[in-house]
């Protein structure tokens, strides 16, 4: 078979197991050193092996490595990066740009830091600012965009530009001071860059970060940016906290278990095993090659999944069955019903590239998960899924019904994760290995995560002012379970479709009510019971398919519950 490897700021160029694989790293991996990996697949009766070089800074591009299996030989530990993790010198992602409307403000709020994202038309780029206006301290995100492209507060008119600086105080007299440009009344600005479709931001004003951009930037993927793949993103807003995230995308134990009924998961069969259950878990074999204060380099089987701090975790999803042509439209469909199975990390969807085809790319799929700290006990997950195949699928299905499936999936564990955090906390987090007993590999990622956390970070978010010695108290299901507020009113696909179907819903209503009373004022008119019949029955059907779409609309858009007791 194909083997196929993912790594930090990878390019995956199309390759076939006849050829080398040259991977170079950049400052944004885990050990901060350069790293110069090359991978060989070479094929045997045996099956694929994949070997690893690994060469110092340095090294130039001619010195000659001495190679290691990785299935013998782990890449080591870099002990020298010590410290804490300061999590305000790092760049955020804020939201994605698809979800962002140029017309409007947008509140968002990241690492306890309330922002207001909106479009500078006359610098053509997204500003983030700090959600206050100097004057009263109005929200920001409440005004609106003026005629001129300023931002404006609505409470009392003061407009800013892209710099921040005042540029009008309706109240100040035209012959007078111009108090408007004062220091005290200008916005205070973050740093901000459109990276990867996504919004990214620098959680400091101080004006040494202005040109930060220029020293650092937000880790970079490019096949986010590749137009020969295609992606689903979407954004979700979760009420436990950054950690909890984190650790439960780093899971793959947990799918097929706490997602049955929603995700197809392959049946793991292994031998000698006495007892299997329905749901098809087993043995997960994960081990951590490379740690460091930037992050962390993990490999399940072939496939290795990093984690970038403080935001980023992503790998490949991969298969080592060759797909028929007939079979497309049957994982297609189901693709589509379970929306990318997003968490699966075994996940099986039309990734590999099969023997007779060599000559053509490579089918590849990525997950990409960014993780970001809103408050204590509140998180936001921005997701995307990446694949250079089935191009054509995202023409003609629209966001929304991806997202669908991928908040039933995200509902489902929900609650159990919102306690759980709860639980953690009140065991005391420097006791948190003491509360769990996690003794097999399967956890490997989850004790890595709460081990880096432990020792770069006193084992959570730094949230300087923000007290999260308290966590906020656990609202009524329906109420943490809210999929519109937490999603669709920041989605522009989702929020498009809600309207769109609540319009359709009402259409089918005053239709099925304009037939009926057609029927009552014209009944002698129909020249038999069979046309009366029919319109009748239209009458019915436009009732009945307005209920379902009533129904349809709550549990989608507004509340879906999830009962694992009779799954």
């Known amino acids: 078979m194909e083997a196929l490897l993912f790594l930090p700021s990878s390019h995956l160029l199309p390759t076939s197991s006849s050829l080398p694989i040259t991977i170079l790293s950049s400052p944004f991996l885990p050990h901060r050193r350069l790293l110069r990996l090359r991978t060989r697949l070479s094929s045997s009766s045996s099956g694929s092996r994949i070997r690893i070089s690994h060469l110092s800074a340095t090294s130039s591009s001619s010195t000659t490595a001495t190679t290691t299996t990785t299935e013998t030989a782990a890449i080591p530990f870099d002990d020298a990066d ?42 053509g780029k997204w500003q983030v600012f700090d959600d206050r206006c100097p004057h009263r301290l109005a929200p920001l995100s409440e005004g609106r965009i003026d005629p001129r492209g300023r931002l404006q507060c609505v409470y009392h008119g003061w407009c800013f530009d892209g710099n921040g600086s005042c540029k009008y105080i309706p109240q100040a007299p035209a012959i007078g001071p111009p108090v408007h440009t004062s220091n005290k009344a200008c916005a205070a600005v973050y740093p901000s860059i459109e990276q990867n479709k996504v919004v990214w931001f620098w959680p400091s004003t101080d004006p040494q970060y202005k040109d930060i951009i220029e020293r650092k930037r937000p880790p970079f993927i490019p096949e986010l940016d590749d137009p020969s793949y295609t992606c689903t993103m979407g954004i979700r807003e979760l009420p436990y906290g950054y950690e ?209 956390l432990r020792k770069y970070s006193n084992y959570q978010v730094d949230w300087r002012n923000i007290t999260s010695e308290y966590l906020p108290p656990t609202p009524p299901k329906e109420q943490l379970m809210d999929r519109y507020w937490s999603h669709v009113a920041q989605c522009s696909s989702c929020l498009a479709a809600l309207k769109g179907l609540k319009v359709l819903k009402v259409s089918l209503q005053v239709l099925s009510l304009a037939l009926i009373g057609v029927v009552a004022a014209a009944k002698h008119s129909f020249t038999s019971a069979i046309t009366r019949t029919a319109v009748v029955s239209a009458a019915v059907l436009c009732f009945v398919t307005s209920q379902w779409l009533s129904h349809f609309i709550k549990k989608n858009f507004y509340f879906h519950d999830y009962n694992h007791a009779f799954k």
Request: aromatic share 12%; charged share 25%.
């Open 244 to 452: 909890v995230l984190i650790e439960n995308l780093m899971d793959p134990a947990h799918v097929p278990y706490a997602h049955y009924g929603i995700m197809k998961v392959p049946r793991r069969v292994e031998p000698g095993r006495a007892e299997a259950d329905r749901e098809g878990g087993g043995p997960v074999d994960i081990t951590i090659e490379e740690s460091s204060k930037s992050g962390f380099l993990a490999k399940q089987n072939l496939k290795y999944f990093s984690f970038v701090a403080p935001c980023l975790f992503y790998g490949p999803g991969s298969n080592d069955k060759p797909i028929k042509p007939k079979d497309v439209i049957t994982h297609l469909a189901n693709w589509i019903c379970h929306s990318l199975i997003f968490l699966n990390f075994d996940i099986y969807l039309l990734t590999q590239e099969r023997p007779a085809e060599a000559h053509q790319k490579q089918r590849r799929f990525l997950l990409i998960f960014m993780c970001i700290p809103v408050s204590p006990g509140r998180s936001r997950l921005i997701y995307a899924f990446q694949r250079n195949f089935a191009v054509w699928v995202d023409r003609f299905v629209p966001r929304w019904i991806y997202h669908v499936g991928q908040n039933l999936i995200l509902d489902s564990d929900l609650y159990l994760l919102h306690i759980e955090e709860r639980r953690i906390a009140k065991a005391g987090l420097p006791n948190w290995q003491k509360a769990c007993y996690l003794p097999t590999k399967s956890d490997c990622m989850v004790i890595a995560i709460r081990n880096w």
């Open 82 to 123: 010590e410290g804490k993790f300061d999590w305000y010198s790092q760049w955020y992602p804020v939201a994605p740009v698809a979800d962002l409307d140029k017309r409007a403000p947008h509140a968002k709020t990241v690492m306890g830091l309330d922002l207001v994202v909106w479009w500078d038309r006359a610098a």
